[in-house]
């Protein structure tokens, strides 16, 4: 009888394995949606949990079509150590990631490889007014050194330092085009991190500085037009918000809370 029970509970367990080892990715498609309010999907889902791709998307609902929000087909392995609190993966997308990502660590922590990600600048305009009026396009490119992640009272701690490179920013609300260049930093202490945003070139200039914590950005800013280009700008300044002064010349107050 002993025998019997051992080798029924080795069947299950192998039966249990195997499930795991084929789990397809597909499943876990409606659980991410629901968690994301349908903001996040995968789109064309392939292969298992451990070996699989598909790339990002959003769908209002299901009868929406997918959205891809990242140019390219993310694909990603996952080692089953991850099961006994070993974090050992990759992922690869050779058109958003500029080179794959290796991801290791345990539950508590985990240490993401350097790299970057290229972001449309058309995807800001999901992100509420003022720019879903300005419309913007160009090029940005996501850049991070040193990046952790980890989870301390349910509370997500990030450490590292983030880069937002921004080129050929552009405005179909400006006659002049593209506007400019521009940098936005993270440096990452927790839960929270100090923001700075400088311009790099252009006839728009934007600098500012801040801090983003428990997902609020509280950010205090200026933006002006260079030399030459003030009644270009105009009427673009006056949608980025107030007018004020600043080192006794007007300029456009940014601020965020």
Known sequence: MKRVVLWSLAGLASILLTLIAL???????PIIEAQTQGRITLGDAQGTLWNGSAFIGSAPSRTDPITPLLPGRFSWRISPL?????VDADLSNDESLTQPLHISGNWQEISISNAALNLPAARLASLGAPLNTLQPSGQMRLSWQGLRVSLLQGEVQLGGVMNLAMQNIASRLSPIQPL???????????ARA???LSSTQGPLLLVGKGDFSHGRLHFSGNAQAAVGHESELANLLNLLGQRGMMDGKEVILLNAN
């Open 82 to 86: 991850i099961l006994l609190g070993k």
């Open 180 to 190: 400019g260049a521009y940098n936005l930093e993270f440096i990452w202490h927790g």
């Open 23 to 29: 789990f397809p990715i597909s499943y876990l498609v």
């Open 194 to 196: 100090d923001v700075a």
